[in-house]
């Protein structure tokens, strides 16, 4: 049976609805960054990938910022659906805690990392998920918070956001 978070970070914008679903809230001030999640959901709906969490329901919608000197004028709201997925050991979480550090250090290259190779061996059906989602290089957030377990004991990646470089909009062209 999977382990279940009992409780969502303080602050956190996800809450746990029934069905074994949890929904996530966000909001952003970027029309650029709100085009390319559009883009990327509309993707991921078309082309399910087994290495993501399924998501259902998503919405977004433009409202009109109140106050908008200094700010932006618009505020762009979404909102998904996903599968409530279970913990993994702590031996894992930090092993792709750093896995994630190199990855943010040396991009790919991490994969060559003598002490990846040493370390692999422990965490073999790990190592093959982070090999592929490392060398697609279409995921930028990899750290211990953003891969989970689904039913079927099988990682997945719950932080579909990831997949989206608001600092380095170049990263996001395979979506374009």
Same mark, same amino acid.
């Given at each position: 049976?999977?382990?279940?978070?009992?409780?969502?970070?303080? &602050?956190?914008?996800?809450?746990?609805?029934?069905?074994?679903?949890?929904?996530?809230?966000?909001?952003?001030?970027? /029309?650029?960054?709100?085009?390319?999640?559009?883009?990327?959901?509309?993707?991921?709906?078309?082309?399910?990938?087994? $290495?993501?969490?399924?998501?259902?329901?998503?919405?977004?919608?433009?409202?009109?910022?109140?106050?908008?000197?200094?700010?932006?004028?618009?505020?762009?709201?979404?909102?998904?659906?996903?599968?409530?997925? &279970?913990?993994? /050991?702590?031996?894992e979480?930090?092993f792709?805690?750093?896995? &994630?550090?190199?990855?943010?250090?040396?991009?790919?290259?991490?994969?060559?990392?003598?002490?990846?190779?040493? $370390?692999?061996?422990?965490?073999?059906?790990?190592?093959?998920?982070?090999?592929?989602?490392?060398?697609?290089?279409?995921?930028?957030?990899?750290?211990?918070?953003?891969?989970?377990?689904?039913?079927d004991?099988?990682?997945?990646?719950?932080?579909?956001?990831?997949?989206?470089?608001?600092?380095?909009?170049?990263?996001?062209?395979?979506?374009l």
């Amino acid at each position: 049976m999977l382990n279940y978070a009992t409780r969502f970070p303080p &602050g956190a914008p996800v809450e746990l609805l029934e069905n074994n679903l949890v929904r996530k809230k966000f909001t952003t001030s970027s /029309p650029d960054y709100m085009n390319v999640l559009v883009k990327l959901f509309n993707y991921l709906s078309l082309n399910p990938d087994p $290495k993501v969490v399924p998501f259902y329901n998503f919405q977004f919608s433009t409202t009109r910022n109140e106050y908008p000197y200094p700010y932006d004028r618009y505020i762009y709201s979404y909102q998904y659906d996903m599968l409530r997925c &279970g913990l993994l /050991p702590k031996e894992e979480r930090d092993f792709i805690e750093w896995v &994630g550090n190199r990855h943010e250090a040396d991009g790919i290259d991490c994969l060559h990392h003598h002490e990846v190779n040493t $370390k692999k061996h422990s965490f073999p059906k790990l190592f093959k998920f982070l090999e592929e989602v490392i060398t697609e290089n279409r995921y930028w957030d990899i750290h211990s918070g953003n891969i989970m377990f689904n039913e079927d004991w099988d990682y997945v990646l719950i932080d579909l956001e990831g997949f989206v470089s608001e600092h380095y909009p170049s990263k996001n062209l395979w979506l374009l």
